[in-house]
């Protein structure tokens, strides 16, 4: 079946093979299976050989990838990104095991079935499709391309940010750079019916802030009045309390605006006249949902805790880790100082750990972002492109040390329970929109 000048029947295939290789990535590096890892990377020219031909590839920080397809001009770059690396999954619970990559009949038509269809190797798969496809025909950029495919992005990212590192060396400055992020929605904004495309300008910074308590231990029969682990959990209790100041920044209006101005009465009125809503929005926002809540304001979770090593004996040390998302506008230095007000409590050390601030926005006007919207309208006829906010992190955040037009976007068309299914079980991607998404990829390079 020949159709948009691409074999789709191989396409799948591709896919499916790529699943097929258990990529699973570990945050203990040491219980990674990196010999899955080399035989992803030399599965690739078998799979896709016009583009090894055309294009040069590097290995960085040990598996991921950095390819180069050399234009016909000098001229500032684009790169195109994704990450091979999978988040495990266990055998039990799949409705079709995670590593087949069976093809399932579903109502909205075939599906294929397993972990990294979603979160990225449907997103690498169709980068490299469309790449395939254009170097058979002969076609080749204006300018440079760079493919990176991360190899460590749901762990530690130190492969794109190494990649990134190199580039920066070399004076690479990209013009356009487009990672995985958002994707084509419905149903998720009250009074538009339309499908709507959020594409990432930036994403929220990321600590882990640990609290430690410490005091003398003893014997748990003759315990005193305050005890490390109730100091700790008073701590807990206080901040559970206090929530982050709540603010809409410039994308979050942006994105009421755009799609206010396609809903339906009376959101139309409350989403477009902003100068009379704002605070009751903001307010509502807060209280509407979990993910609405995430959108205007720095979070804190608290996920791991410790206590005494034994059931009999007072904690010496007792440590709460509370899994920090600081909002775009804000910074790491204003949550550690919110954190330290809430818990009201010199005696409960704060430690930031792995801090990463908000990223910098990218805008939503020029050429780079005009080629992602223009694309996405033409792929998804009928679509709303909005800017958002991520609220998870990317490989794609390394990229603004050198470049100012970051966006992230999955060129996907994702139900609520398809999404629900992101490092979860019986992760799956619809054919009809992988295929959709080799021509948003092969339109978007052509365009470059
Ligand atoms: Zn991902």
């Keep these: 079946m020949e159709s948009g000048g691409f074999d789709e029947v191989r396409a799948v295939e591709r896919l499916q093979a790529l699943v097929r290789v258990p990529t699973v990535s570990r945050l203990d590096e040491s219980q990674t299976e990196w010999a899955r890892f080399d035989e992803f990377i030399e599965l690739l020219p078998d799979l896709y050989p016009e583009t090894h031909s055309a294009l040069t590839r590097e290995v960085v920080a040990g598996h991921s990838l950095l390819y180069r397809w050399a234009g016909r001009e000098p001229g500032d770059p684009a790169v195109l990104m994704a990450h091979y690396d999978v988040v495990p999954a266990a055998v039990d619970g799949w409705e079709h095991p995670p590593f087949a990559a069976e093809i399932v009949p579903t109502e909205h038509g075939d599906v294929v079935w397993g972990r990294g269809t979603l979160d990225d190797k449907g997103s690498l798969a169709t980068i490299l499709e469309a790449v395939e496809a254009l170097a058979a025909s002969g076609f080749q950029p204006k300018h440079d391309l760079y493919l990176n495919f991360g190899h460590n992005e749901e762990t530690t990212g130190g492969g794109a940010s190494a990649i990134v590192d190199l580039l920066e060396e070399r004076g690479v400055r990209p013009r356009l750079v487009l990672d995985e992020g958002g994707a084509v929605v419905e149903g998720v904004f009250p009074g538009v019916g339309d499908p709507i495309a959020v594409v990432g300008v930036s994403e929220k910074g ?156 990218s805008p939503t006007h020029g050429p780079a972002w005009t080629l992602i919207k223009e694309t996405i309208e033409h792929t998804y006829p009928g679509t709303i492109v909005t800017p958002y906010v991520m609220l998870g992190a990317s490989d794609g955040r390394h990229f603004t040390r050198i470049s100012a037009n970051v966006y992230r976007f999955s060129p996907f068309q994702m139900s609520k329970a398809e999404r629900g299914t992101l490092h979860a079980m019986n992760e799956r991607i619809r054919v009809s929109t992988y295929l959709s998404g080799v021509l948003f990829y092969r339109q978007l390079v052509a365009g470059l």
Excluded: C
Aim: hydrophobic share 45%; no cysteine; net charge positive.
């Design 206 to 361: 990321i600590l882990s802030l640990t609290m430690t308590v410490e005091q003398e231990g003893g014997h748990a029969s003759t315990p005193p009045r305050m005890t490390a682990t109730a100091r700790l959990a008073r701590a807990i209790v206080r901040l559970n309390s206090k929530p982050f100041p709540k603010a809409f920044t410039a994308p979050n209006l942006e994105m009421i605006r755009t799609l206010g101005a396609r809903a339906r009465q009376p959101f139309k009125w409350v989403f477009t006249n902003l100068w009379l809503t704002r605070p009751l929005l903001l307010g509502l926002f807060t209280k509407l949902g979990d993910e609405t809540n995430a959108i205007v304001r720095t979070t804190g979770a608290v996920t791991q805790l410790q206590g005494a090593d034994a059931a009999n004996a007072l904690a010496e040390r007792a440590v709460a880790v509370v899994n920090v998302r600081v909002a775009v506008g804000s910074s790491v230095a204003e949550a550690v100082a919110h954190v330290r007000r809430a818990i009201r409590d010199p005696k409960v050390r704060l430690d930031a750990q792995y801090p990463n601030e908000p990223s910098p926005v």
